[in-house]
Nanobody, 119 residues
């Protein structure tokens, strides 16, 4: 069974940094588009950053210049480096593995990791 596991969340002060990791089991991330999403209480889940199988990246405007998505093919892990964190970045962060040619029902999601930005 495919499994995605996020880690690296926690409590950080405004202006601080965190690095989230998403590790896959029984799935090769290099073949998928890997996307980080987040969901704050009362809000819809929103896209944060994505990296395609070819290595192209894209970011939501609200994290441009602050967050960086990357991957380690050998470790089969995707990262989200988050700098200059703001209280509004507080959310549960999820990673998703998907292939554009397949329907959303075939996507694989992790369980999420909580990020709290607060003084």
């Amino acid at each position: 069974q495919v499994q995605l596991v996020e880690s690296g969340g926690g409590l950080v002060q405004p202006g601080g940094s965190l690095r989230l990791s998403c590790t896959g089991q029984r799935i090769l991330f290099s073949l998928y588009t890997m996307t980080w999403y987040r969901q704050a209480p009362g809000n819809q889940r929103e896209l944060v950053a994505a990296i395609t199988s070819g290595g192209s990246t894209n970011y939501a405007d609200f994290v441009m210049g602050r967050f960086t998505i990357s991957r380690d093919i050998v470790k089969n892990t995707v990262y989200l480096q988050m700098n200059s964190l703001k209280p509004e970045d507080t959310a549960v962060y999820y990673c998703k593995a998907s292939k554009p040619q397949f329907p959303p029902a075939s996507d694989h999601w992790g369980q999420g990791t909580q990020v709290t930005v607060s003084s």
